[in-house]
């Protein structure tokens, strides 16, 4: 048989990697090595690989919210606390539960793990704070003075140190410092905060401490007289202080202080001075109020982790004091409504590097797929709800219901898009945007862009190129169309360019989809057949056909010759949100409100493929320049990356096949030589009954050997030495011959065997053993019954045979 080549096979098997969610807000810690990142994620906690951003695995919660975590510097443990006042210990990485305690009356809020990774300090919200050991789980020091919520809270000490101290803030405005040696408090700093206490840190040689509160000033306090040396204004409530270690800063020799709060950024300051070392900063996000909640860091990085209110993660290098974004991972991206293949072409690959995503939110982001990290396109003022990009991934165009499109371009420099061109005209919110296709033609620029509107009004602009003298940076201001159409009767929902750039096409609520000639603005045909509002429409670049979704759940391809509908595919359960073409034209993907994912055939209009990974609408859907992959993402946050492995999959199938063929021509050969063993073995690994059923039907009726069950004492000692998968696959098949009376015989001796032989321990670790037995225990009460029958009814035939020879004797003396 001739296998199909790539080029003309059919799509219709599928791997997928998933680009989760891991943060919905509240605690993150990392370990030491920054291999392991554990963030909050509702009432469970993610662990993740902080290098590469993937998710290693979800430790399920008690039901409760999670209230605060943390990993030890050495990587080994996960401690999570949450409202049910529960400390739950777990073993990293296997994230097995090692033990489960109450810590506290009242929720814990605040919790640290001294650097040699054996004790945990929590601070809960009855004012008491307690020390544990990790390992052992037992508490090791409680301690009471505090008359508010514990807010901050600190270990220091050393492997080898006879000092170790605690230091803890309230929203009692007070710092105290504990001597675990001596068990008892040390020293109250009473007098240097007005407000709660958020962020306090030892200084690496403990000499020093620091804390910093909601009064907007860091104090810092010298050990060894417990007096207040300095006091900096911060100008904003802060959430989080430490120390940097000695000369981290290029530089600075001295230990510097770190501090993040409402303003949103990083700040370095001299704890002698008094004065920000950092240059002044602008807010990385300022389309919200966003702000740093806890700042992660060890004395061994180069580097700082910021987290931000909106569930982000920043890494700032630490080799220049202005602190330069050097990775940003976005914890949750929200509900996903658009995404596309964007950036510079690589060379070796042929791909798009990047994603670019509309998140029901005025930003825009584009995420590296293979690192997860992230930038942001700060330009709209309300939700963007459409992007597009152009044929080579340098531009960039999106819109959205701030009624405005905007068209960014790549900057090589900082591997990110910088805004190009702002236009504006449209009355309502913009529904849908795309980029002319032949950028290469027009030496680099897009030739123009089409945008559809909630005014129900089509758009063509032309993409201005910078004036002569004009700055790089500068934004290029569009207020006037080419020309304006008004092309349905209600919002338009999304648009797309044909390939050759000559038409365009627009799918409205109104039902229709309408075909325009791109010079001209003029309508050329019209595509009636949706019984509903049409959500999607997409050119084929390989043919004259587009394919449209609508929410008549059905998805539809179209002829561009005489504007008729060719194939309609029926299946999705909701309404279609998002279809494209891929296979060079011959398949369509299509996605929809029920969360499922759907390939299909033009040709025979069948399916061929199901695909589910996500568990709300899937609103978009992007195919990579190679057509091997396609992403999909939805409203679940979760964009999931579907990579074609049919020809493996073929391949994996016919190598099964000759297998197969290779295993049954070696068990005839085992049943002809009469080699039980072999033979039952390689039975119950291919899974055939009938044979399996034959071979001991052979081997009771053609061999008694004494003491032997089954009839050989080689068959018995096959089946006393399963291992427990063989097991519970053989009595699945007893399960099977013991309903029906011409089989039960073979079951009750291979049952025999088998109870005789493994002891119930042994029984116990058989797969789904409870309802293997719940079967065979009726069916068996059944044969057992119908054999004691038999038994009586033989006494009938001997007492009548025995009165038979009675009376022939009697005759016979008579004689």
Sequence with gaps: MVSATPATMLKTAFAHEAMEPFFTGGAASVCENQSTLATAYGEDVIISDLRTGKRLQKISGDTEQVTTLAISPDGQFLVVCSRSQQMRIFSLPSGKLVRAVKAHEGPVIVMHIDSTSTLVATGGADGVVKVWDIAGGSNTHTFRGHTGVISAIRIFGQKGSTRWQLATGSDDTQVRVWDLVKRKCVAILEEGHVSVVRGIDFSVDGSLLISGGRDKVVNVWDLKKYKLVKTILAFEQLETVGFLAPGTLSGKTEQLIFTGGEKGIVRLWSPTTGEEVTPEQEKIITTEEVGVSEILYFPSWPSLISVLSDQTLIEHDLASKDLPVARRLCGNNGEIIDLAYVGPVDDETGNSGFLALATNSPEVRVVSVETQSSSVLVG????????????????????????????????????????????????????????????????????????????????????????????????????????????????????????????????????????????????????????????????????????????????????????????????????????????????????????????????????????????????????????????????????????????????????????????????????????????????????????????????????????????????????????????????????????????????????????????????????????????????????????????????????????????????????
């Design 380 to 815: 709209h003022t309300d939700i963007v709800i459409s992007i597009d990009a152009s044929a080579d991934g340098l531009w960039l165009a999106s819109a959205g219901k701030d009624n405005v499109a905007l068209i960014w371009r790549w900057n090589a420099e900082d591997d990110t898009f910088k805004l190009y061109a702002t236009f504006r005209g449209h009355l309502g919110s913009v529904g849908g945007v795309a980029l002319s296709r032949l950028v290469e033609q027009n030496n680099g620029y897009p030739r123009f862009m089409i945008t559809g509107s909630q005014d129900m009004t089509v758009k063509q602009w032309a993409v201005p190129k910078p004036a002569k003298g004009s700055s790089s940076g500068e934004v290029i201001e569009v207020a006037k169309p080419a020309y304006t159409k008004k092309a349905h009767d209600k919002d338009i929902n999304a648009v797309d360019i044909s390939p050759n750039d000559e038409l365009f096409a627009t799918a409205s609520q109104d039902r229709t989809v309408k075909i325009w000639d791109s010079e001209e603005g003029e309508v050329v045909g019209i595509l009636r057949g949706h019984k509903r509002g049409v959500w999607s429409v997409k050119f084929s670049a390989y043919d004259k056909f587009v394919v449209t979704g609508s929410g008549d759940k059905t998805v539809k391809v179209w002829s561009l010759r005489d504007f008729t509908c060719v194939k309609t595919f029926e299946g999705h359960t909701n309404s279609v949100l998002k279809s494209i073409f891929i296979s060079q034209g011959r398949q369509v993907v299509s996605a929809g409100g029920d969360g499922l994912v759907k390939v299909w055939d033009v040709k025979s209009g069948e399916c061929n493929a199901t695909l589910d990974n996500h568990e709300d609408k899937v609103w978009s859907l992007a195919a990579r320049n190679d057509d091997k992959v396609f992403a999909s993402g939805g409203g679940d946050s979760v964009i999931t990356f579907w990579t074609d492995i049919t020809e493996e999959e073929l391949a994996r199938k016919a190598e099964e096949e000759e297998e197969l063929v290779e295993k049954e021509q070696d068990l005839a050969n085992f049943i002809f030589r009469k080699e039980w063993k072999n033979a039952i073995i390689l039975a119950l690994s291919l899974d055939h009954p009938a044979r399996l059923l034959n071979l001991f039907r052979t081997v009771m009726t053609d061999h008694h050997e004494p003491g032997s069950v089954t009839g050989l004492r080689e068959v018995d000692g096959v089946l006393s030495s399963l291992a427990p998968e063989q097991l519970a696959r053989l009595l699945r098949r007893v399960r099977d011959w013991n309903t029906k009376a011409r089989t039960a015989t073979v079951a009750q001796r291979i049952l025999h065997v088998v109870l005789v032989s493994y002891p119930p321990e042994k029984l116990l670790e058989v797969q789904d053993i409870k309802r293997t037995l719940d079967a065979l225990i009726p069916y068996t009460e059944r044969h057992f019954g119908r054999m004691t029958d038999l038994v009586e009814e033989s006494y009938l035939v001997d007492f009548v045979l025995r009165q038979m020879d009675e009376v022939l004797t009697l005759k016979v003396e008579d004689l």
